[in-house]
């Protein structure tokens, strides 16, 4: 069934690339198509587009949120947005922070199963990894909600999980390399980091790689692999690596989250003071604060792909509420926003929040959906 799994998602990023036939007959004809493309994904919509009925809700219901990390931003917002959306319930929250250990987050399903709750959300926790455990949950009829906690969006009866909520991390990847297109006029020339230890992220640099080789006219210099628990250690040896192979024909710099550009601006303020050129940075996913801080002063980074985290956190709550009610899930994943300086300062809700939380009136129609409307 893995094995199968997998074949899924490589089909997918294959079927993803059929759309390329014709934007690839020419260097014009692609760029065309990555200016429509990157020009769609910086839309702010405000606009619902979302589900807009489902099942009015399920009173007394006990929910415990076993997060990975909640000192992780990502994971947090998402813990806020479901908190915000329980303050409107009468149901009971229960968090258990895991603080990035594997060991606690083992523990602390098992904890959260003694509770016997009605259901249990998975904050950035690989389901794959705990797969017996999750077992262990689906024999007593509790349900299991994920955010990040397999590779894509939607149900996934192998692992235990009614849904898993994210945006489309293959759509995510693509729309990054694509600004590098654009960006560069048809003529970037890239290096892509990943972390090579998680299989999403192996999958998100590959369709990043292959997205910028769909330009005739752009070159990958290199995939690095990069370790998120090694960035801090090896990014400064790395970068200078990278200097002394390609010098300055590296015009970009591809990465999975925004984390690999924190711990690169101490090298690029060196190479800056020595009147020396950096790339131009863009990050397929996260969307952190000091990113969009980077994005506003256009310095240091280009874009990021930002999740609506607290969006995501009232969408768990319904899915939760479609599940109480045996209802299918609702197939809702949200489109694809890319932050750049012409649009960030729209995106932020505040500055002291640095969460993108799309102005569509989400919260009114899912109280609409729960009290019957």
């Keep these: 069934m893995l094995i199968k799994r997998f074949l899924t998602i490589i089909a997918i990023i294959l079927s993803s690339y059929a759309s390329y036939s014709l934007a690839?007959?020419?260097?014009?004809?692609?760029?065309?198509?990555?200016?429509?493309k990157v020009e769609q994904a910086t839309k702010s919509s405000q606009v619902w587009d979302g589900p807009k009925d489902g099942p009015k809700l399920v009173n007394n219901k006990k929910i415990i949120f076993v997060a990975s990390d909640l000192r992780n931003g990502g994971v947090y917002g998402v813990a806020k947005g479901i908190s915000e959306a329980i303050s409107n319930l009468d149901?009971?929250?229960?968090?258990?922070?895991?603080?990035?250990?594997?060991?606690?987050?083992?523990?602390?399903?098992?904890e959260a199963i003694s509770f016997q709750?009605?259901?249990?959300?998975?904050?950035?926790?690989?389901?794959?990894?705990?797969?017996?455990?999750?077992?262990?949950?689906?024999?007593?009829g509790i349900v299991v909600v994920g955010w990040h906690a397999a590779e894509l969006a939607g149900g996934n009866d192998e692992l235990g999980l009614y849904t898993n909520i994210t945006?489309?991390?293959?759509?995510?990847?693509?729309?990054?390399?694509?600004?590098?297109?654009?960006?560069?006029?048809?003529?970037?020339?890239?290096?892509?980091?990943?972390?090579?230890?998680?299989?999403?992220?192996?999958?998100?640099?590959?369709?990043?790689?292959?997205?910028?080789?769909?330009?005739?006219?752009?070159?990958?210099?290199?995939?690095?692999?990069l370790a998120l628990d090694q960035i801090a250690e090896k990014m400064p040896n790395t970068l200078n690596t990278l200097w002394n192979s390609y010098g300055e024909n590296i015009t970009y710099f591809l990465t999975i989250n925004d984390l690999y550009i924190d711990y690169a601006i101490p090298s690029f303020e060196s190479r800056l003071e020595e009147s020396r050129g950096i790339p131009r940075n863009i990050s397929a996913g996260d969307g952190s604060k000091a990113a969009y801080k980077r994005i506003s002063q256009q310095q240091f980074q280009l874009a990021t792909v930002p999740e609506p985290l607290y969006l995501q956190g009232w969408q768990i709550i319904d899915e939760l509420n479609r599940a109480f009610s045996n209802h299918p899930p609702s197939g809702y994943s949200t489109p694809i926003h890319l932050v750049i300086p012409d649009n960030v300062d729209d995106l932020i809700t505040s500055e002291s929040s640095g969460i993108y939380d799309p102005k569509n009136g989400y919260r009114d129609v899912y109280l609409k959906i729960w009290g019957g409307e």
């Design 24 to 36: 690839n007959n020419s260097p014009e004809n692609y760029l065309d198509y990555a200016i429509k």
């Design 91 to 110: 149901w009971q929250l229960k968090f258990i922070d895991s603080r990035g250990s594997e060991i606690r987050q083992a523990a602390g399903l098992r």
């Design 117 to 140: 709750p009605d259901a249990i959300i998975l904050g950035g926790i690989d389901a794959l990894r705990h797969k017996t455990i999750l077992e262990q949950a689906k024999k007593q």
């Design 167 to 225: 945006t489309d991390p293959l759509e995510v990847a693509e729309v990054a390399a694509l600004l590098a297109v654009v960006n560069s006029k048809g003529k970037a020339k890239a290096i892509v980091f990943t972390d090579p230890n998680y299989k999403i992220a192996s999958i998100k640099a590959r369709v990043m790689v292959d997205t910028l080789k769909k330009c005739s006219t752009c070159k990958v210099l290199e995939l690095k692999p």
